[in-house]
């Protein structure tokens, strides 16, 4: 899920516009926060046993239903807009191939949508299964881009590129605001905790080797596009562009792994997010919830799941027109504000348990330390804070009102 929308769609705009250098900046900053939120993570899910629920059961039964409550309203509805922001980035791709099929914008985000609803409706399994079919078709598109791009790599250019676009329109952390989803993937193993047979040892051993394959492929793609496609293309053209570095007449290739990345994001989201809210709804802390705590006879959450569609369904009528590409930013840049609570909110649950010596708080994740929780916790809200001062001021209130609601 890590490698999503943003490695096709949104990375060349971003190393065109911020250069070589910045982006490299950007990338750390957003490993950081996720690299140590990944520690919290997997000291709370190694220091009791784990059941549905991903994120939200691990921090409600560390902090209790207050903090809980909380994460879980925030985490459910970071993972539900992620599902249309996918399947935006699914469908910028698609008209961008296909001209022709801009004006049915809006009825291939339904379309898309009523698919994959279809495929978690029928169940985890049968929806996982799908996924390595597109791991296959991603792993193959990100191998040819980046062998055409090491055979077109010019020093010059990448010289060219190393420092910012000196007209861009863009702040640094509006561009760190598109660019973060790219590293947002980490909590879609955490929220199928259910479905794990051992998810004490899988959560930390698949969220870290995910973040490093990750790392070493987002890495190569800023040096690899950065030294071999104009500023000009990556800024105006960064999906083309990419299909322009695959040689042997192959871009069909870089097609094919965007529609895998988007669709397979896409599918995770709509997988963990109501099952996030049905474990949250099961705890009776919010009345208007209620409703959704019952799964159906095979353990599904599909009245979760209808509330999930419904959400994306509304956020594609107000994007009806976002074929150029600006609805897809501006959903990116919810989607970071959002995860940067859920993350900073998560660090700094690992570090109240750890800090204060509760003798509850034993995680076996033996590489945890108090001071790496307070670290991510600090970077995320702080984050947030230099993206949108106003949207973070906002986040603070609902917070701290849907706090005192749960209490």
């Known amino acids: ?39 919290s993570i997997s000291a709370i899910a190694t220091n009791t046993d784990i059941k549905g629920g991903g994120a939200y059961f691990l921090i409600s039964r560390t902090l209790g239903p207050e903090f809980g409550g909380t994460i879980g309203v925030s985490l459910y509805l970071a993972q539900t807009l992620s599902v249309p922001f996918y399947i935006l980035g699914f469908t910028e791709a698609l008209v961008r191939t296909f001209p022709l099929l801009t004006t049915g914008f809006l009825y291939i985000n339904f379309g898309i949508l009523l698919i994959l609803f279809a495929i978690t409706f029928r169940g985890a399994g049968w929806a996982i299964k799908t996924q390595y079919f597109i791991m296959a078709l991603l792993g193959l598109s990100i191998f040819s881009f980046m062998g055409g791009g090491m055979l077109k790599f010019d020093r010059s ?20 605001a598109i ?16 479905d794990l047979k051992k998810p004490s040892r899988s959560i930390p051993l698949g969220t870290f080797a995910a973040i490093g394959t ?58 963990g997010a109501p099952r996030i809210l049905q474990s949250l709804a099961a705890d009776h802390l919010l009345k208007p919830l209620n409703l959704f705590s019952k799964v159906a006879r095979d353990g599904e959450p599909r009245r979760a799941l209808l509330l999930t569609a ?10 009806r027109n976002g074929g150029s590409g600006g609805a897809l930013n501006i959903v990116a840049s919810i989607v970071t ?11 700094l649950a690992a570090f109240v348990e750890s800090f204060s010596r509760n003798p509850s708080f034993r995680p076996r994740f033996k590489l945890f330390h108090w001071f790496l929780a307070l670290t991510g916790a600090v970077l995320s809200f702080v984050a947030s804070v230099l993206v949108d001062a106003p949207a973070a001021l906002g986040a603070v209130v609902f917070v701290a009102l849907l706090f005192l609601y749960v209490r």
């Open 179 to 194: 660019y973060f989803p790219a590293v947002t993937g980490i909590m879609a193993g955490v929220n199928m905790s259910g």
């Open 310 to 319: 419904g959400i994306s369904a509304l956020v594609f009528y107000f994007a």
């Open 214 to 271: 990750a790392l070493l492929i987002y890495a190569g793609q800023i040096v690899i596009c950065g030294g071999s496609i104009s500023r000009e293309q990556l800024i105006e053209k960064p999906y083309h562009s990419l299909i322009d570095l695959v040689p042997f007449h192959l871009g069909f290739l870089v097609t094919l792994g965007v529609f895998a990345a988007t669709l397979s994001s896409a599918l995770g989201s709509l997988l």
């Open 1 to 39: 899920t890590i490698l999503g929308v943003i490695l096709f769609m949104r990375s060349g705009f971003v190393i065109g516009h911020a250069g070589v250098t910045q982006a490299f900046i950007i990338l750390a900053i957003g490993k950081l926060i996720t690299i140590l939120t990944s520690f």
């Open 337 to 347: 504000m959002l995860f940067l609570w859920t993350y900073g909110i998560t660090n």
């Open 157 to 176: 250019v990448l010289n060219a590129n190393l420092t910012p676009f000196t007209n861009s329109p863009y702040s640094f952390w509006q561009l760190f």
